[in-house]
């Protein structure tokens, strides 16, 4: 059963998602590792999923105008050949293109993502082996093309990356900003890819998870997942023009050298057991036991 969160710990798990959604440090991995370090039951991937909802309406609204010229162009693209040459319908294209990979890969390994994939040693390896690959990709890749230059097929290199994303720690945004470096966009060009690239599959998954766990977000809180959900839309607004901003500064070597060393402490804890490498994810049901005494103790989170 889906554990009940506090309205406390519902703000605080809305506000690691809103921070980490976009910048490429894994919000589902922070959002494990806030149940396993504050001791309290992970809500589990239908939850995180949902609450990524409020983070796809941030991006919507903010790139508001190149999704909507994007859908447009690809729109008038499909009848008129002219139309079909422009950077509009290229863009719907490249978007369409690097949205299928995710959506198979998330129907054929749903049950992984819900269970196998949160252990803490693949979150690990993860934030280790996309931090290193994400470093050499802007450092080495030539960078040279704008995002006017974009072509259907520019969808396909981030998108299959943007599969990583389902194991947490791998990050949807690490993934495509790391795409667009190999198919030569420049730091803006790569990062506004990415937001991009991100909005169908991150809305489609939040509805997918809504409608499936509805029963189990009631059990959890309904007010306490929209309450989350509100504070992860807001706070992703800030992270969109800090992300924005910063890579196209400086690149990603600051979020690179982050994830070797959270990488680095978590194989670290695990090797010393300082904590479980399935700590606070969601167990298994539990088989029938033999009915316990009457108790006036109410269970409480963790339980």
């Known amino acids: 059963m889906t554990p009940h969160l506090s309205m406390g710990h519902a703000i605080l798990l809305g506000f690691i998602q809103g921070f980490a959604a976009y910048l490429p440090i894994s919000s589902i991995a922070h959002l494990r590792l806030a149940a396993v370090f504050l001791h309290f039951q992970d809500p589990g991937a239908g939850f995180d999923a949902v609450i990524q909802v409020g983070s796809a309406i941030a991006v919507v609204i903010f790139f508001w105008k190149d ?7 690809w729109l008038k693209g499909l009848n008129d050949k002219e139309a079909a040459k422009t950077a509009e319908s ?8 690097g949205t299928v990979p995710v959506v198979i890969a998330g129907v054929l390994l749903q049950k992984s993502i819900e269970t196998t994939f949160r252990d803490l040693r693949l979150v690990a390896w993860s934030f280790i082996s996309l931090g290193i690959v994400m470093w050499a990709a802007d450092a080495f890749s030539k960078k040279n093309r704008e995002l006017s230059d974009v072509q259907d097929r520019d969808g396909l290199v981030p998108g299959l990356l943007q599969c990583l994303a389902l194991v947490p720690g791998m990050s949807r945004s ?51 997942t929209a309450v989350a959900s ?19 500064k400086y690149g990603v070597a600051l979020f690179a050298v982050y994830r070797l060393l959270l990488g680095a402490f978590l194989l670290y804890a695990i090797s010393a057991a300082w904590i479980d490498p399935m700590a606070g994810a969601k167990a298994e049901p539990a088989k029938a036991a033999p009915a316990a005494p009457a108790s006036n103790v109410t269970p409480g989170l963790g339980e």
């Open 174 to 224: 690490g993934g495509t900003i790391t795409g667009g470096f190999l198919i030569g966009f420049n730091r803006e060009a790569a990062t506004r890819l990415s937001f991009l690239m991100g909005v169908p599959s991150i809305v489609a998954a939040g509805l997918y998870e809504l409608v499936k766990a509805r029963h189990g977000l009631v059990e959890a809180g309904l007010v306490a």
């Open 230 to 248: 509100i504070v992860s839309f807001l706070v992703s607004w800030v992270s969109i023009r800090f992300l924005l901003t910063w890579v196209a």
């Open 90 to 97: 290229k863009m719907g294209w490249a978007v369409l293109i």
């Open 67 to 73: 999704l909507s010229g994007a859908l447009q162009g």
